[in-house]
């Protein structure tokens, strides 16, 4: 059926018997305190409703006119925040003061990422190039077919000059034999 908004003394909610989301807002006192937030809830079989999500604006500062945004999801019953906007716009996953723009605590999965200056990893063979401000990768490592290789970039061409194979034999310039080992 159709649902009406209510206003309530602390906020609004969805105008139902047991309300799907709230928002609310309120009066906020120290760092990191709710300015205002949405609450999503879960009602089970048995009609209990359960807060399973909630975005947040809070303040990032005791004197106001800073806020951070929070997205918080529920374990047992409980909120805790998982993803973080500063103020600043450092973006925190399972941090919640990030100090740089992308600030992941925990374990993360990389495809295909590109960052500047630093690295590329990409596709089925795993690559991490080293380039200079020129913007040309001067070193690389790779994993290739089984071997571990180091190369560098001579007259436009990835040359290896160090390749280690499952066996932990080494090749260094072609100079080396894999059989023999070092």
Do not use: W
């Amino acid at each position: 059926g159709s649902k009406r908004a209510q206003t309530l003394t602390n906020g609004y909610q969805t105008q139902h018997q047991n309300p799907d989301f709230q928002l609310f807002g309120e009066t906020a006192s120290g760092t990191r305190s709710s300015n205002g937030y949405l609450n999503f809830y879960l009602r089970d079989g048995n009609s209990n409703m359960y807060s399973v999500a909630r975005v947040l604006g809070a303040t990032d500062n005791s004197n106001g006119g800073y806020g951070c945004l929070q997205f918080q999801t529920a374990f047992a019953n409980t909120l805790s925040t998982k993803k973080i906007i500063t103020r600043e716009g450092n973006v925190g996953i399972g941090s919640t003061f990030p100090a740089a723009k992308l600030d992941v605590n925990g374990h993360t999965n990389l495809d295909n990422v590109s960052i500047a200056g630093i690295t590329t990893i990409s596709g089925t063979t795993p690559t991490l190039d080293f380039t200079e401000t020129d913007g040309n990768p001067d070193y690389r490592l790779l994993g290739d077919s089984g071997l571990f290789k180091i190369q560098n970039l001579l007259s436009g061409t990835y040359t290896s000059i160090l390749t280690i194979n499952t066996d932990g034999h080494v090749d260094i310039a072609g100079n080396t034999d894999f059989a023999a080992g070092i």
